[in-house]
């Protein structure tokens, strides 16, 4: 989409917004339900298990109508199959609209709500808005890692696009929508002057063909012209596309899509002087001096998957068989997915000075390209012994044949001239067990193993268990999961040749066991949390932002509490969590990572207008957090110096206006206020000065 484009629709809807806010009671008409169920007012749109969905065209003829005499020639429309899929129960499909997530390497699918709420909506940041949060470049767009180990991603493949992993559309994340009528959700967040501009840009549009079957796009463009920096210096533009078509029927499933990353960052390697931060007023950041001028690092990833499955009831179906989840079956499947992602960084040495020590290829710029490719092609059966909710629910098994393709520049093709990819070939099996007793107990257990070819000898084993209790009809939920991986090195943490890194690696395997526990009591707002992990040869990024392997084991450990209390109209939200690591130069944590979202939350228009008004905090103790590396895109364990005890707090105005939700916001409020002017989260990356912010999130769907 073009980017002038969509700011001058997103703008003109901002004017619509601020007007219906002044006139609250005109424009929209009023919405009837919720999103994700209820009765919209139209009975004739429920739909149950032997109940037809209505879509537009379907609708009946009114019988009382105008007195006119009916053409009774004209030929009876067939009616239209109801959703009869095995992967949605009689609760879901009675929503207007659902989403779900699929699963490529078993004949699974994770349900989703669609986010209309308006709890957190302030939370604009794609890495803020999990437990704690993220430590990031200070805008948006740019690289990011979560403060919790727990939940960082760890990259076997393309290791060079991990640090943007919060912002990609993958298979497993992409979005499959079932709705009644044609649904569009418009999202806009805008803020800063325009030389500071920072926008945030969101749409989705889903549409059935029929109750089975139905198409979606989703498109997301995120990004700044940046506040430090001469010339735009921190400019960064973030394209994410997912294209999906879902036909989900009573045997018969297939999912399909088409996937669109880009990363677009200027770099510019921090600042030269923290101290233009931390003991000066600067009342122009343009004019602070950056470590590169003119760098670049580009992302472009491109994926088209196809899921098919087709079950086969073991038992022949009567009239009263509405679906054949509840009934013995061998379902058996394949799944295709090809991946392409390729990096480019370039830079001037008049323009990078003496940030980089070394300029292998060129002394004079840097121009360097990698690309890696995947194509797999997995096949799979399951077994539904006897349903789906049964105490063995389901068995899963697979086989799985990936190519890999890895290109970069080697300095013997001076000589050569250019070479031919590298290709490996990755062949494992893996399979997987789940059941459930009734609402009380949830139960699973999977594995892999590579027994041949690239990556043979990796292994993974896992298990979760899930026990429910239930007071007064008030669930509380003890949950508890244990994993043990033995893992390969990424090809590019063993290979890499560009002009300022380069390293030839024979790394070990990675050994890594992982224990986790959770206690969840929705009626108290309450959720504890403990994780245990000790990994052995561990691969990471030591102090001179090289690929290097511990010796040894690194024992991490985690401690998280969510406490949400409410008096009357007033809700003091809390998250903490507490981390430890056994060394530090691997594995750095801060000690303790804190989030607090207090406000006051009232209805101003009955059943009309409800708003949200108060304050966000952030805050994380002082270690050695991460450095980030432009020439590898990269985060490394720095040691130069400590970052943390900073608080950061933002103060905002939430609004939910029937379908409509708005956001007014004070980012930084108390930049300059109090304390010390000491906010980095990654070496030399200070955190954007106070602005301001105003958007909306529009959903349509009648």
């Not at 076997?156 to 993958?170: K, L, S």
């Not at 001037?348 to 797999?376: A, C, H, M, Q, R």
């Not at 990424?490 to 002009?499: C, I, K």
């Not at 009309?608 to 957090?625: E, P």
């Amino acid at each position: 989409m073009n980017i002038g484009l969509h700011r001058i629709i997103c703008r003109m809807a901002l004017l619509v917004v601020l007007a219906l806010m002044i006139y609250p009671g005109r424009g929209v008409s009023q919405s009837r339900g919720s999103m994700t169920g209820g009765n919209h007012g139209n009975s004739r749109t429920q739909n149950g298990y032997g109940q037809q969905s209505r879509f537009p065209g379907d609708e009946e003829d009114d019988e009382e109508g105008d007195g006119l005499k009916k053409d009774t020639t004209t030929k009876k429309r067939k009616p239209k199959k109801p959703l009869e899929s095995y992967f949605f129960d009689d609760s879901l499909r009675a929503q207007h609209n659902f989403k779900w997530t699929i699963d490529l390497y078993k004949n699974n699918v994770a349900i989703h709500s669609i986010d209309t709420a308006i709890n957190l909506f302030q939370a604009d940041y794609p890495y803020l808005q999990n437990d704690v949060g993220s430590a990031y470049l200070g805008n948006l767009g740019g690289a990011a890692v979560p403060l919790n180990y727990f939940t960082r991603p760890v990259y076997r493949n393309w290791e060079f696009a991990e640090a943007f992993d919060v912002y990609y559309y993958t298979p497993s994340r992409a979005p499959f929508y079932n709705v009644k009528k044609p649904f569009t959700q418009l999202s806009y967040i805008m803020s800063g002057q325009t030389r500071r501009f920072e926008e945030n840009f969101a749409i989705t549009h889903a549409q059935n063909i029929s109750p089975s079957s139905g198409f979606n796009i989703d498109y997301k463009s995120r990004g700044t012209r940046g506040m430090y920096g001469p010339n735009q210096a921190q400019n960064t533009r973030d394209k994410d596309l997912s294209i999906g078509f879902s036909h989900t029927g009573k045997k018969y499933t297939v999912h399909a899509g088409y996937i669109y990353n880009g990363v677009n960052m200027r770099e510019t390697g921090g600042l030269k002087d923290d101290r233009m931060i931390t003991d000066t007023v600067m009342d122009i950041p343009e004019n602070i001096e950056m470590n590169l001028i003119g760098a670049r690092t580009q992302i472009r990833n491109n994926t088209f998957y196809l899921v098919q499955s087709y079950g086969i009831p073991l038992k022949k179906l009567t009239d009263d068989d509405f679906s054949i989840a509840d009934r013995s079956s061998l379902f058996v499947g394949l799944s295709t997915e090809y991946t392409r992602i390729a990096k480019k960084y370039t830079d001037t040495k008049e323009g990078s000075g003496d940030f980089y020590d070394n300029w292998y290829v060129n002394p004079v710029s840097s121009n360097d390209s990698i690309f890696e490719s995947l194509f797999s092609n997995r096949a799979f059966i399951q077994i539904q012994p006897w349903d789906r909710d049964a105490v063995i629910g389901v068995i899963d098994a697979g086989v799985a044949l990936d190519n890999h393709r890895y290109y970069q520049f080697g300095m013997d093709q001076y000589l050569a001239g250019p070479s031919k990819a590298v290709s490996k070939t990755e062949f494992y099996a893996y399979g997987s067990i789940k059941g459930k007793l009734k609402k009380y107990i949830d139960w699973g257990g999977d594995f892999s193993m590579h027994p041949m070819g690239y990556r043979s000898g990796d292994m993974s084993l896992g298990g979760d268990i899930s026990l429910s209790a239930y007071v007064k009809g008030h669930p509380a939920t003890l949950s508890g999961n244990i994993r043990h991986e033995i893992r390969s090195p990424g090809y590019w943490t063993e290979n890499l040749f560009s002009n300022h890194f380069y390293w030839s690696n024979s790394f070990s395997k990675e050994t890594e066991t992982r224990l986790g526990a959770k206690l969840e009591v929705p009626v108290f707002n309450l959720e504890l949390g403990g994780w245990q992990s000790v990994v052995t040869n561990k691969i990471y990024y030591d102090a001179d932002a090289i690929s290097a392997q511990s010796d040894g084991s690194v024992s991490v450990s985690g401690l998280y509490v969510r406490k949400d209390f409410r008096i009357g109209g007033f809700h003091l939200n809390n998250r903490v969590l507490l981390q430890w690591s056994t060394a530090q130069e691997v594995v750095p944590v801060p000690l303790a990572s804190v989030f607090c979202s207090y406000y006051l939350e009232f209805t101003a228009v009955k059943d009309v207008l409800r708003i949200q008004v108060g304050l966000d905090g952030r805050y994380n103790t002082q270690y050695y957090a991460y450095g980030y590396m432009p020439a590898t895109a990269q985060f490394y364990n720095q040691r130069e110096k400590q970052l943390g005890n900073y608080v950061m707090v933002d103060a905002f105005a939430n609004a939910k206006w029937k379908r409509m939700r708005i956001l007014l916001k004070l980012q930084h409020l108390n930049e300059d206020m109090i304390g010390e002017r000491n906010y980095f989260q990654i070496l030399h990356y200070p955190l954007n000065k106070r602005m301001f912010k105003i958007g909306f999130s529009w959903a349509f769907y009648d």
